[in-house]
């Protein structure tokens, strides 16, 4: 379940449709009661000549409206006092049955008759029709980035335990102008569809009550990526094989794949199973004697830490994300021994252990000259070798004994762990990269022998991410954001002094200063320099609400 939002600096925006419609009624209440007070008050002082209390005909209005009784003012001569009592009475009527279905019935069922009351008031949002890939996670990046959105969800089961969850989701066909408008598209920024073959229908639909909304749209393939755009799509985003481009890089390449920024680089550095560093604690680790580099963030076991503990251990397959100088980031992948940097060390040959979409994307990823066999157990889609991936044998006819890379891209989640145990077994140099589902098999994979790993579900969630702030996530297949901000409240101290709290999950990486970017962690911060910091999507949030903001 998501956190709820504080109650403090609660926005009229932030309520659903249902607390507006109970604040409304209970406001309209209160008014009718004290119009009916000042009226009987006036009635009983100028038509009955019996003036009293305010307090008192507020008395007598309220036994009259929950028709408890009249007390000591009854009878009331007067053909207009009558009038007033009985239009009070049926007022009082009329209200309870009211009350009765806003109030007392919905007490005592389980989810609102309608999901649709629990919108909050939408204006520039994002509306998500079907979602195929855990749409939890997906909706806790939206989440983290404070980005408002409606998931319309077919399934009604789905829809009511996400909405009692506390996601904004309603249940309803994208494919009907109705629902979707039910989602105020005519006031949506972004489309994001995840449908299958109903992905057409639903773009033209929503379309048409939006022509300027932009439109990204998930597919398990880029063969419709030219059909898709003609209708309207702006972006077409086949995961799959994104993922296979990716994990072909990044066996290639530094897994960041050279993000920059001006004249400060970001790399990853793997460990080595057989590196001399396995237990070594951050601090007592040779990145420490580069002043100019910052460790930004560290998977251990195939957790994020960002940024690490010094006390964190270096562990077999541990990826540290480390910025700074080009020059010196190649020093120090250089002299570090039994750490290897992917840049130096380009694989000699590479086997893909399932040629689906994405295999197939992986494999043409890789330059000619660069030695790639494919296995698949199916003959249609035409692999080097066909068998079953899980099976030793196979492994080596496709010749992983003398390969320096092995790339999992196979079907089930299942598979993929199990090449890998298979592929590790053989062979303790290799090393693996693999695609999972499932976000929550990535430690099952780390734990069966793998080097990296990306998740289908994590990374569809990241490119969502990127859509909505684009300009702020630096990869979709990271964690990663790095933002400029004026720290003024940093100046006089050290960068070595303002990344040593390492528990609020950013760190200054670096200071700009006259054209020029100063990353040694002795330099001063001034009060007009400009700091680039990294950190993860929730913990830059906060550090712009809180930090940057003040």
């Not at 309209?28 to 305010?54: A, C, H, K």
């Not at 070594?280 to 195939?302: E, K, Q």
């Not at 790993?453 to 630096?474: F, K, Y």
């Amino acid at each position: 379940m998501r956190e709820l939002r504080d109650v403090e600096g609660l926005h009229p925006r932030d309520l659903t449709q249902r607390q507006r419609l109970l604040l409304l009624f209970v406001a309209g209440l209160v008014l009718i009661v004290l119009f009916y007070t000042i009226v009987y008050n006036w009635g009983m002082r100028v038509l009955e000549d019996r003036p009293q209390s305010l307090f008192r005909s507020l008395n007598t209005v309220v036994e009259t409206m929950t028709t408890t009784g009249y007390g000591a003012d009854s009878p009331w001569t007067t053909p207009a006092m009558n009038t007033l009592m009985v239009t009070i009475q049926l007022s009082g009527v009329v209200i309870g049955f009211i009350t009765l279905r806003v109030l007392v019935i919905p007490l005592f069922e389980r989810t609102p008759l309608n999901l649709d009351d629990r919108l909050t008031t939408k204006d520039d949002h994002v509306v998500i029709a079907e979602y195929q890939r855990d749409t939890g996670i997906l909706l806790d990046e939206l989440e983290k980035l404070d980005t408002d959105y409606v998931l319309i969800e077919s399934d009604e089961e789905a829809a009511k335990r996400l909405s009692d969850d506390g996601y904004q989701a309603i249940n309803g066909d994208p494919e009907e102008r109705a629902d979707l408008e039910r989602a105020t598209i005519e006031r949506a920024s972004l489309l994001i569809t995840d449908a299958g073959d109903k992905t057409a229908s639903i773009v033209l639909t929503a379309l048409e009550g939006n022509e300027d909304l932009r439109v990204v749209s998930f597919t398990g393939s880029t063969r419709h990526e030219a059909a898709l755009r003609k209708i309207g799509v702006d972006r077409n985003v086949a995961p799959h094989a994104l993922i296979g481009q990716s994990l072909a890089k990044k066996s290639m390449t530094p897994a960041v794949a050279g993000e920059r920024s001006d004249e400060i680089e970001i790399r990853e550095i793997l460990v080595r199973r057989d590196s001399p560093h396995h237990g070594v604690r951050v601090r007592d680790s040779p990145i420490v004697n580069h002043p100019n580099l910052t460790l930004v963030a560290g998977w251990f076991g195939g957790e994020l830490r960002l940024p690490p503990s010094p006390d964190d251990k270096l562990t077999p397959n541990t990826v540290l994300v480390i910025a700074g100088p080009e020059s010196e980031l190649d020093e120090i992948m250089n002299e570090v021994a039994g750490v290897r940097s992917r840049r130096i060390e380009a694989p000699s040959k590479t086997i893909v252990a399932g040629f689906g979409e994405g295999g197939t994307a992986a494999a043409e990823a890789f330059p000619e000259d660069l030695s790639v066999t494919t296995i698949d157990n199916s003959e249609g889609c035409a692999p080097d070798i066909v068998g079953d991936v899980t099976e030793p044998e196979t492994l080596r006819k496709a010749g992983i004994d003398d390969a320096s890379a092995l790339i999992v891209t196979v079907d089930t989640d299942s598979t993929a762990l199990l090449t890998v145990a298979v592929a590790r077994s053989i062979s303790s140099d290799i090393e693996v990269l693999v695609r999972v589902t499932e976000g929550e098999k990535t430690k099952a994979a780390f734990s069966a022998g793998a080097d990296y790993v990306l998740s289908i579900q994590q990374v569809s969630a990241r490119l969502v991410a990127s859509e909505v702030h684009g300009e702020r996530v630096v990869d979709p297949t990271s964690q990663i954001r790095l933002v400029w901000a004026d720290v003024a409240q940093f100046a006089g101290e050290s960068l070595a002094d303002a990344r040593r709290n390492t528990d609020r999950g950013w760190a200054p990486i670096g200071v700009s200063r006259d054209d020029s970017i100063l990353t040694d962690e002795r330099t001063t911060i001034r009060a007009n320099d400009e700091v680039l910091i990294a950190g993860s999507d929730a913990a830059i949030q906060e550090f712009e609400r809180t930090v940057d903001a003040s």
